[in-house]
């Protein structure tokens, strides 16, 4: 299957910085990548929708200015989580899909620890 | 997004046996169901999925079967090992975007 890159797999940062996570799809262009929060023992969260070139979509409820979402490239979809607080530690996924109809392929996860 | 309901929510089988879990969707307009698998610390990894214009696809000791009168579709673990312990997600993919909802997951426990 596809292969989608997600780094770093671990951050711990202090409250109040910023920290970006990169997605990357290695084997295939991606128009559209998705971001998700998966707390302990639970489901996926959809937060984001990252389209190519244009403005995040994001789902209810999820602040926009704190998920910085940038999807610069067919290949690369970043998220930045601005001004960090504990309650922002969480697991963070994003996933890719090669077309429309097609399979989604997700990254290894991102665990990000506030302090 | 539209709703996926998962069931049993957890499930105990010994090795050897077969573990059966359940999802069921509302409408959709699209026609790709899929089942991941996802271990402690990992992303979900695609593990099997199917297409409507089949009732059943078996990869290895996985099958999911598909009914689409019901809206329901499920994954059958044949001979479960101990390292098929891990959660299981099943998802549909909505009207609007395209996005995937994905159930609550199915944790899955295998015994020696």
């Known amino acids: 299957g596809a292969v989608v890159s997600q780094h770093p797999s671990r951050v711990i940062c202090k409250s109040g910085t910023s920290v970006k996570i990169e997605c990357r799809s290695l084997?295939?262009?991606?128009?559209?990548m998705f971001w998700y929060r998966q707390f302990p023992k639970q489901s996926l969260m959809l937060m984001a929708t990252s389209n190519e070139g244009s403005k995040a979509t994001y789902e209810q409820g999820v602040e926009k200015d704190k998920f910085l979402i940038n999807h610069a490239s067919l290949t690369l979809s970043t998220l930045t989580v601005t001004s960090a607080h504990p309650e922002d530690s969480s697991f963070y996924i994003c996933?890719?899909?090669?077309?429309?109809?097609?399979?989604?392929?997700f990254g290894q996860g991102t665990r990000l620890t506030v302090v | 997004q539209q709703q996926v309901k998962q069931s049993p929510q957890s499930l105990i089988v010994q090795k050897g046996g077969i573990s059966i879990i359940n999802c069921a969707y509302e409408?959709?307009?699209?026609?790709?169901f899929p089942w991941y698998q996802q271990f402690p610390g990992k992303g979900p990894a695609l593990l099997i999925a199917i297409r409507p214009d089949v009732s059943e696809k078996k990869e290895g000791r996985f099958t999911i079967s598909f009914n689409k009168s019901a809206k329901q579709f499920s994954l059958h673990i044949m001979d479960s090992q101990p390292g098929d312990s891990a959660t299981y997600f099943c998802?549909?993919?909505?009207?609007?975007?395209?996005?995937?909802?994905f159930g609550k997951g199915n944790q899955v426990v295998v015994i020696p």
């Open positions: 996933s890719a899909k090669p077309g429309v109809n097609t399979e989604a392929f």
């Open positions: 409408n959709t307009a699209f026609d790709y």
């Open positions: 998802a549909a993919p909505g009207p609007v975007d395209n996005r995937l909802a």
């Open positions: 084997d295939f262009q991606a128009t559209t």
